[in-house]
T-cell receptor, first 113, second 113 residues
């Protein structure tokens, strides 16, 4: 069964450093999402992406965040200058259409020191 | 904010049916009810969704009341591996609608041996 994959599973970085989290969505999916979950808190929507454009973003997704689909398979989330409060699990999700079920990857645990 | 209300926790004996309730009294006519679960900070796993008819798949059954203001997810024979946080989410499924998932705090289901 096709799955969303994410790398790395765990990323440790120093405050102020740039990080790139990578996702490989399911191959025939066209809509891509990033969510995050701070330890002990709810899963929160960050951004949705379709046709090489951001469709929607939350208040969390400020200028420090960016997303890109650099090739036909990867979908990335970049945090330019990490803060302590960026420490969280980051989940990628994808679906075939805007009305379809979203499928999630296993997540990347980001730890900012 | 999430448009659903769920009990914070429930217990279930292994091998018995687990019935997880969800209240969504403000649901609109074009909103579906989705159920996901999250096992120990892994990525949310899709379980089932429905609009107004009851639905069943290999994982679970979804019973939606006639007025659509509440629903129940049924795991027919719970196992220890079903211990997880279960999220009930309402989402509009038509083109142009925001398709982000808004997670609440869910129900922590603890399956007891």
């Amino acid at each position: 069964e096709p799955e969303v994959t994410q790398t790395p599973s765990h990323q440790v970085t120093q405050m102020g450093q740039e990080v790139i989290l990578r996702c490989v969505p399911i191959s025939n999916h066209l809509y891509f999402y990033w969510y995050r979950q701070i330890l002990g808190q709810k899963v929160e929507f960050l951004v949705s992406f379709y046709n090489n454009e951001i469709s929607e973003k939350s208040e969390i997704f400020d200028d420090q965040f960016s997303v890109e689909r650099p090739d036909g398979s990867n979908f990335t989330l970049k945090i330019r200058s990490t803060k302590l409060e960026d420490s969280a699990m980051y989940f990628c999700a994808s679906c075939t259409s805007s009305t379809d079920t979203q499928y999630f990857g296993p997540g990347t645990r980001l730890t900012v020191l | 904010d999430a448009k659903t209300t769920q009990p914070p926790s429930m217990d279930c004996a292994e091998g018995r049916a687990a019935n997880l309730p969800c209240n969504h009294s403000t649901i609109s006519g074009n909103e579906y009810v989705y159920w996901y679960r999250q096992i120990h900070s892994q990525g949310p796993q899709y379980i089932i969704h429905g609009l107004k008819n009851n639905e069943t798949n290999e994982m679970a059954s979804l019973i939606i009341t006639e007025d659509r203001k509440s629903s129940t997810l049924i795991l027919p024979h719970a196992t220890l591996r079903d211990t997880a946080v279960y999220y009930c989410i309402v989402r509009a499924d038509f083109g142009g609608a925001t398709n982000k998932l808004i997670f609440g705090t869910g129900t922590l289901l603890a399956v007891q041996p």
